[in-house]
């Protein structure tokens, strides 16, 4: 090459470097811009959501007590202990560090469904091969395999949503989850686990051979994947139908209990992050004012959100549940066709659950602003006290005073 021709090379080849480094100086400074508004963010949703200390969700803001006495179900945790055991094991000390908190820290109550939220613990993300390994096998101790199967396929959602959001693997993505341990994992004193990242969060309380599994979160924007690394994958699509199903079972009468609204113009749900002491009336129609087929039904339906749990545990949920049926209110907001949007709930004393169809968020760019079957919100708590197995903890420490 020439001297004119290497100063011409050299040339054209400077703009294009310092291009290409004020790109990445850019992006590295727009991506810690937005890291330092998440933190804001999340600190004032902390702020205002912890504000009150636990009291739980209550029907007219007065604890029902009695409900959730510490009994042996006679199905073993043997196999949850020993895979949090191994997990922790697994752990370098630092993440061991920042991963385990004490059963009654505060930070069973901070979890969020947003993106956004600055978590603790341990991500998916950074895990190396065996961490997420034995990270799996304790959700595979601890959930069914339809529990564990939605939760994968919601992670995996996730990844689309990042996909469709010009492929934005920062914000959103299939490993951008994290666990926490609360206590030491044991057979006989309080422990626990959380899994909190978008569109999905559980909490699991261990005492002996008692589990609560609540507050639990799922969902998915998209809630069906129509493209890229996961096309076909869809979530809550029984809970969804189910839902549609129990209510055409109504007659009219019945409907005109159940139906609040008969239109769906925005998000409905009221018990998701930092609600931990909403107080609910009890709306729509009673279990004592269904026939048999249709407290089958209902049962069915809530069946779909308790058997995520392991099913021993599971079955001992639902026969708490079952007691409790004639006081079970089942709720309804927007239309009953077969392409309609809607919100659901289910209440009693012991369980909460809501379903709700909404609006765009994270896809704004895509759907119009209305509620969609496209983005799905559900939540499961156990009220009066005992999300987090919080009212078995109280009558633990009644017991067994800890210093």
């Given at each position: ?41 999340s ?8 504000a ?14 009695g409900?959730?006495?510490?009994e042996?179900?006679g ?20 993440q ?13 109550r ?23 390994q ?9 959930l ?46 309080p ?5 909190d ?11 002996g ?18 493209s890229?690394k996961?096309?076909?994958t ?7 139908n ?31 992050a ?9 709306v ?51 239309g ?9 709930r ?18 704004r ?7 969609m ?24 420490y ?6």
């Amino acid at each position: 090459m020439s001297g004119r021709n290497k100063v011409q090379a050299g040339a054209s080849f400077a703009p294009a470097f310092l291009l290409t480094t004020f790109a990445v100086a850019l992006s590295f400074a727009q991506s810690a811009d937005r890291q330092q508004r998440f933190r804001e963010m999340s600190a004032s949703a902390e702020a205002g959501g912890l504000a009150e200390p636990y009291r739980g969700v209550t029907a007219n803001g007065e604890l029902v007590y009695g409900l959730f006495p510490i009994e042996s179900t006679g199905v073993s945790t043997e196999p949850v202990v020993a895979a949090a055991a191994a997990f922790l094991e697994a752990l370098t000390e630092q993440q061991h560090a920042r991963t385990v908190f004490p059963v009654d820290d505060p930070e069973w109550r901070k979890w969020m469904n947003q993106h956004f939220y600055q978590r603790q613990g341990v991500s998916f993300a950074e895990m190396d091969e065996n961490q997420r390994q034995v990270a799996f096998t304790l959700l595979e101790a601890s959930l069914s395999a339809k529990g564990l199967q939605l939760s994968r396929d919601i992670m995996r959602l996730n990844q689309t949503l990042g996909e469709l959001n010009a492929n934005n693997f920062e914000e959103y993505g299939e490993w951008l989850y994290w666990i926490t341990v609360m206590g030491d994992p044991s057979g006989d004193e309080p422990w626990g686990w959380q899994l909190d990242g978008h569109h999905l969060v559980v909490n699991y309380f261990v005492l002996g051979d008692q589990v609560v599994m609540s507050p639990v979160f799922v969902g998915s924007e998209p809630v069906v994947a129509e493209s890229g690394k996961y096309a076909g994958t869809a979530v809550l699509q029984a809970e969804q139908n189910e839902g549609l199903a129990m209510l055409r079972s109504l007659n009219d009468a019945q409907r005109h209990m159940t139906v609040l609204e008969l239109t769906k113009d925005g998000n409905n749900n009221v018990g998701e992050a930092f609600s931990d002491n909403i107080n609910l009336g009890y709306v729509g129609i009673p279990g004592a004012l269904l026939s048999s087929a249709q407290r089958t039904r209902l049962l069915g339906l809530i069946g779909l959100y308790v058997n995520n749990l392991r099913d021993g545990h599971a079955a001992v949920k639902m026969s708490e549940v079952e007691r409790h049926l004639d006081e079970t209110y089942f709720a309804w907001i927007g239309g009953n066709e077969d392409d309609s949007v809607y919100y659901y709930r289910i209440f009693s004393p012991v369980i909460l659950i809501e379903f709700d169809h909404q609006k765009p968020a994270n896809l704004r760019h895509i759907y119009p602003p209305q509620p969609m079957r496209q983005h799905i919100h559900a939540i499961v708590r156990t009220p009066n006290g005992n999300d987090y197995g919080k009212d078995l903890l109280r009558q633990h420490y009644a017991q067994h005073p800890h210093l």
